[in-house]
């Protein structure tokens, strides 16, 4: 059974950086949609970030494209966010999430998604 655990959330001044980390048990990566979501409170969960895992092609929402980056390491198999350029509007609760297919469409909507993290508490704050 796949587990998916966050990792690297925290407070941070608008501008900066933080790097999430998911680490996934119990799979192997390589069958897998990877992403991540998140929901902000009062608001519906949303994609933020998917990557294939056919020939990782990657999707952006418009509101991170150009600061935040998705990556996979399959040695470690783990699942990572690279978010730069931190806005006050970032600030949600992140989720790892899997689907059960190997392609990006996952960051369709949350009905695509199969597994997903507890999730990490974001907040980009002065």
């Known amino acids: 059974q796949m587990q998916l655990v966050e990792s690297g959330g925290g407070l941070v001044q608008p501008g900066g950086s933080l790097r999430l980390s998911c680490a996934v048990s119990g799979v192997t990566l390589g069958y897998y949609a990877l992403g991540w979501f998140r929901q902000a409170p009062g608001k519906e969960r949303e994609a933020v970030s998917c990557i294939s895992s056919r020939d990782g092609s990657t999707y952006y929402s418009n509101s991170v494209k150009g600061r935040f980056t998705i990556s996979r390491d399959s040695t470690k198999n783990t699942v990572l966010l690279q978010m730069n350029s931190l806005r006050s509007e970032d600030t949600a609760v992140y989720y790892c999430?899997?689907?059960?297919?190997?392609?990006?469409?996952?960051?369709?909507?949350?009905?695509?998604?199969?597994?997903w993290g507890q999730g990490t508490q974001v907040t980009v704050s002065s």
């Open positions: 999430a899997a689907a059960d297919y190997r392609d990006a469409t996952m960051c369709r909507g949350v009905n695509e998604v199969n597994y």
